[in-house]
Nanobody, 127 residues
Framework: QVQLVESGGGSVQAGGSLRLSCAASAYAYGTYYMYMAWFRQAPGKEREGIAAIDADGTTTYTDSVKGRFTLSNDNVKNTLYLLMDSLNPVDTGTYYC???????????????????WGQGTQVTVSS
């Protein structure tokens, strides 16, 4: 059983920063071999993957966030962080943390790749 709990969302003005956290609890197999990702869903739009981290720590970002968002993880706390800088209104949405034990390969930004999800945290960026 895996539980993911996101936190850190909020309201910020354009140009500001937020740091999201995803605390993972994996009672059967632990979190060390997990592949994780952040997705976001804007109102009226489909959920999109934006940042992913492999079990070996390799990170990948979509072009829309590359250079502005940074993933990091604390293996002691079993927590994945997403630092978001230079936020703009198009970054508004609900942000979800996702995880899987199977290597996503080239599908790391597909929702169907991940079988564990958090409840989401809201990010609102005003102009």
């Amino acid at each position: 059983q895996v539980q993911l709990v996101e936190s850190g969302g909020g309201s910020v003005q354009a140009g500001g920063s937020l740091r999201l956290s995803c605390a993972a609890s994996a009672y059967a197999y632990g979190t060390y071999y997990m592949y994780m990702a952040w997705f976001r869903q804007a109102p009226g739009k489909e959920r999109e993957g934006i940042a992913a981290i492999d079990a070996d720590g390799t990170t990948t970002y979509t072009d829309s966030v590359k250079g502005r968002f940074t993933l990091s993880n604390d293996n002691v706390k079993n927590t994945l962080y997403l630092l978001m800088d230079s936020l703009n209104p198009v970054d508004t949405g609900t942000y979800y943390c996702a995880a899987t034990y199977r290597s996503p390969g080239v599908n790391k930004f597909l929702s169907s790749t991940y079988n564990y999800w958090g409840q989401g945290t809201q990010v609102t960026v005003s102009s």
